[in-house]
């Protein structure tokens, strides 16, 4: 049996649609798959995030304990904490600007427990508590958490924004609705070194 030509023309003609869909489709689910992984390493981040958050309200009535300790310094602990409690991001809307929101409210809670800590330096009766000394230490393992998730999601999110914006898949990128993700960056002045006078 020979085929005419029409026919001919209509096979490769469906099979290179075939092909062209198989492939818009595969960039589609590689995209999602990446995005999805953000996500999850987002997730992971405010996770830790908002072990730090709980952890505040037990480490203020420990350092409430302390009849003289100065209130203005817990006022702005607990303050921050309200603040960050109420920045909520949506991780489909991960962009530069709530991203930037986000680390200036959890930059304003670890500056204010920053200087809780210091604070708390004066008051030896307080740091020999086994409760602060537990606290302290969960805290300080929060940090580290928080260093190691943050990491982890600018990875995730660079590993995305390459994906999304290498040719082709940055011409199918837009249609499909998927944007570049923001990253995590250092706090502003973090590159100086401190200066240390003796």
């Known amino acids: 049996m020979k085929l005419s030509k029409g026919w001919i023309i209509l096979i490769v003609v469906v ?9 818009i489709t595969g960039i589609n689910n590689n995209l999602v798959t990446k995005e999805e992984v953000v996500n999850q390493a987002w997730a992971n981040v405010q996770n830790v995030y908002q072990r ?3 952890l505040i309200p037990n480490l203020v009535n420990t350092v409430k304990g ?5 209130k203005e310094t817990l006022t702005a602990v607990i303050e921050a904490r309200a603040k960050a409690t109420n920045v909520q991001i949506n991780p489909k809307n ?3 600007a709530s991203l930037q929101k986000f680390q200036e409210a959890q930059n304003g809670v670890g500056s204010a427990l920053g200087r809780l800590m210091v604070v708390v330096e004066k008051y030896p009766e307080l740091k020999a508590t086994q409760n602060f000394s537990e606290l302290q230490a969960q805290l300080e393992g929060t940090e580290n958490r928080i260093t190691v998730e943050r990491m982890k999601f600018n990875e995730s999110a660079q590993t995305y924004n390459t994906y999304l914006r290498s040719f082709p898949n940055s011409m ?14 250092a706090q502003a002045g973090s ?3 401190p200066e240390v006078k003796f």
Do not use: C, S, T
């Open 94 to 96: 991960l962009d530069e």
């Open 15 to 23: 099979g290179v649609a075939v092909l062209l869909f198989a492939w």
């Open 52 to 54: 730090r958050l709980d």
């Open 191 to 193: 590159e100086k070194a």
């Open 172 to 185: 199918f990128a837009g249609m499909f609705g998927f944007q570049k993700k923001a990253y995590f960056q």
């Open 66 to 70: 302390v009849a003289n300790f100065e």
